[in-house]
């Protein structure tokens, strides 16, 4: 079994008490998914891998796939977590999986304003929240060079 599997209850992660906020590089047709947030105020504007909490006693994958198809109306699955592990803010981090899409096309019903579809060399066009430039820069070794 693993570690998220035995989890119950809270979302805070029963090794470090912090909440999971996950996150999917969604690739598709050799582009990556980016969500132009419009909430809350300190965020709204920047640019980040949709995503969202953890909620007790759920999966982190279940919990992307549950967040995709609440802000983006698609069905998607997890493919590969992305290394590591990033801080948000205090009692927050960061977890990341790329994601394929199954069916539906993207449309930002929550929580966005707008969605790209970036290739490689359009990754950095968006204002990325800082702490998702890890991820990105790790998922666009998945997208397709020049
Ligand atoms: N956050 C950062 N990068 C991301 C996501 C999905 C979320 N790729 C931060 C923004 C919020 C917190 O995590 O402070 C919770 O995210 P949400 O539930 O508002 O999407
Ligand atoms: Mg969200």
Same mark, same amino acid.
């Given at each position: 079994m693993t570690e998220s599997t035995t989890r119950h209850g809270? #979302?805070?992660?029963? #090794?470090?008490g912090a909440v999971v906020v996950v996150a999917a590089a969604l690739l598709d047709r050799g582009r990556l998914l980016a969500a132009r947030r419009s909430a809350p105020a300190e965020l709204a504007g920047r640019w980040e891998l949709p995503g969202g909490k953890v909620e007790p006693g759920e999966r982190p994958e279940d919990a992307l796939v549950r967040e995709l198809r609440e802000e983006l109306g698609v069905e998607a699955e997890t493919a590969e977590r992305i290394p590591g592990e990033w801080p948000l803010k205090p009692g927050y981090v960061l977890r990341v999986w790329t994601a394929r899409l199954l069916s539906g096309e993207p449309r930002?019903?929550?929580?966005?304003?707008e969605l790209r579809w970036l290739a490689r060399d359009e990754l950095d066009t968006v204002d990325w929240l800082d702490q998702d430039r890890p991820a990105v820069a790790e998922a666009a070794r998945r997208l397709p060079g020049v």
């Open positions: 809270a #979302g805070p992660d029963r #090794g470090t930002p019903l929550e929580d966005h304003d």
